[in-house]
């Protein structure tokens, strides 16, 4: 079994990953459907980054929350395609969600594209649903939005 260690990071610490999320966006959906965070927009101060290692030190998966009013956003959930499979994307998603709860936040929200659906076992595992569209967003063909309230 892999030892797998999550923890926060600087963005950079996961380009590699981001890059490889950011083209796989690019080829599956069009540009107006495309809602991740550049690398640069990841370092605000109101988002919390981290990543996932391996003992070595190689990043396999990083994830990303936004604290919004009212409610914080998944962004920039993505595994290494070599690394699919170790509960790595799971691992994430709890320690954003431990965050969330620390922060206070009470629901958390994501959008999601319509053909990744690996991605959607994954948060339907974790107890999202699906929504509507909130914030900024809009409906459109190709996106999924979902939500998990934090209540005790």
């Not at 923890?7 to 981001?18: E, Q, V, Y």
């Amino acid at each position: 079994m892999t030892e797998i260690t999550i923890r926060t990071a600087a963005p950079d610490r996961a380009r590699h990953l981001l890059e490889a999320s950011h083209a796989l966006m690019q080829a599956l959906f069009d540009p107006e459907d495309n809602h991740y965070l550049e690398i640069d927009a990841l370092r605000a101060p109101t988002i919390h980054f981290l990543v996932a290692e391996d003992a070595a030190g190689r990043v396999l998966g990083c994830g990303a929350l936004a604290s919004k009013s009212g409610y914080g956003e998944l962004k920039s959930m993505f595994t290494d395609v070599e690394a699919r499979g170790l509960g790595i994307a799971s691992g994430i998603l709890a320690a954003l969600e431990a965050e969330a709860r620390r922060q206070g936040l009470p629901l958390l929200r994501l959008e999601t594209g319509d053909k990744l659906e690996a991605a959607h076992r994954v948060y339907q595992r974790a107890g999202f649903v699906t929504r509507g569209p909130f914030g900024d967003y809009t409906a459109n063909s190709s996106s999924i939005f979902m939500e998990k309230p934090l209540g005790d």
